[in-house]
């Protein structure tokens, strides 16, 4: 238990992810909200920007504003490329401090393929090393030796949660692996409007970043933990919805595994976590069964195809794939209740 609230700073407070993380951290049992910064709206009440967080909580303010002697934690939800300069001025100076980053800053170890997929030229280098790529049911035991904490991606959180264990056991055939991904529209921040431009942005379905969807290597980067051999697809759709992630998996069992090997498997690796939930054999899955909450769930599917099963994966994006992962991370750095604010 802790004996003091853990005092935090939300930088990007006024974006679709910040907004999220308000109003889980403003009722967090062990989470004082100390500041609330962005770049425009300085002095608005956040409010302002959801007229359901009716707690008293701080007014927007620049970062500059903040004295980080006095703080524990800073939350990054930021445009890609600003964390980086952000955590490079105070990680020395401020050796207390820790940092959730919910941008893609830190989540490339290699930084050359940072400048390949994100066009940024990485200016906090000798820092990448010193952080963890966390999804939070894979690193619990090594988390706490971090102080730089890089939140994974929306989409390769949904994908890895039911792939990287049935890897690691060889239940599943390395190749040829389809993934299939939906996204509400909330995945591409606020200005969604201005990064997509289609027609009938409410009433269609929309396939984007055909095949080189910046995404890709991070799951690269992660898949090849477990082998450099690991092959597949991906491809990101946009569906007229504001938040919710599905990703429609096929692939191939091992022979001689049945699906129903690959279900227990699945079910009884993640039968201590609070957020992972394993249906039983055939069930249809939407994003509706997550929304709002930290869950991943997952349903394994038959195909008329021997050994070909369709995993589905469903989140919401701005929760598990990004403020709610955000938080439970933090709640494992503070080794506190793991679902602590996110029941
Ligand atoms: N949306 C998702 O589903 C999702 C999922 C996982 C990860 N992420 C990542 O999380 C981050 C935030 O995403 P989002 O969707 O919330 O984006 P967003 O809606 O565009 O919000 C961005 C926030 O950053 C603030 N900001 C921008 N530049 C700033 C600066 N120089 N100093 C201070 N504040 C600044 C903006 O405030 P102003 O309006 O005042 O500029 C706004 O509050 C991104 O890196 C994104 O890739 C998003």
Redesign the pocket.
């Known amino acids: 238990m802790l004996k003091n609230r853990i005092n935090t700073v939300i930088?990007?407070?006024?974006?679709?992810?910040?907004?999220d993380l308000v109003k889980l951290l403003s009722k967090h049992p062990y989470v004082k909200i100390r500041h609330l910064?962005?770049?425009?709206?300085i002095g608005k009440n956040i409010n302002y920007f959801d007229k359901t967080l009716s707690k008293k909580l701080p007014k927007?303010e620049?970062?500059e504003k903040v004295n980080w002697n006095k703080i524990d934690i800073l939350f990054l939800?930021?445009?890609?490329g600003?964390?980086q300069k952000l955590i490079n001025k105070l990680y020395f100076k401020y050796v207390h401090l820790k940092f959730i980053d919910?941008?893609?800053?830190f989540r490339l170890k290699d930084h050359t393929l940072y400048k390949k997929h994100y066009k940024i030229v990485h200016s906090a280098k000798k820092l990448i090393n010193k952080s963890i790529y966390s999804i939070s049911e894979f690193t619990k035991k090594e988390i706490n030796k971090f102080r730089i904490i890089s939140?994974?991606?929306?989409y390769p959180t949904s994908i890895q949660i039911p792939l990287v264990p049935l890897f690691k056991n060889k239940l599943i055939d390395f190749n040829n692996i389809i993934i299939d991904s939906k996204?509400g529209y909330?995945?591409?921040?606020?200005?969604y409007k201005k990064k997509f431009k289609f027609n009938n942005f409410y009433s269609s379905t929309y396939a984007y970043s055909v095949n080189f969807h910046r995404h890709i290597a991070e799951i690269d980067q992660e898949f090849g933990k477990v082998s450099k051999k690991i092959s597949f697809t991906f491809n990101p759709h946009l569906i007229p919805t504001f938040?919710g992630i599905l990703s429609s998996i096929y692939l191939k069992s091992k022979k001689n595994i049945s699906i129903k090997k690959i279900e227990s498997f699945l079910r009884n690796y993640y039968k201590k976590n609070h957020f992972i939930k394993i249906n039983k054999i055939n069930t249809p899955l939407g994003t509706g069964d997550v929304l709002n909450t930290n869950k991943c769930e997952i349903s394994i599917c038959q195909t008329r195809i021997s050994n070909r099963i369709v995993i589905f994966s469903a989140i919401d994006?701005?929760i598990k794939?990004?403020a709610g992962q955000a938080i439970q991370n933090m709640n494992l750095l503070f080794k506190i209740k793991e679902n602590a604010g996110l029941k």
């Open positions: 930088a990007g407070a006024t974006g679709f992810v910040g907004l910064c962005a770049q425009k709206n927007i620049r970062l939800s930021l445009p890609n600003q964390a919910l941008s893609a800053d939140n994974p991606g929306c996204s909330s995945g591409a921040g606020k200005n938040r994006n701005l794939g990004a």
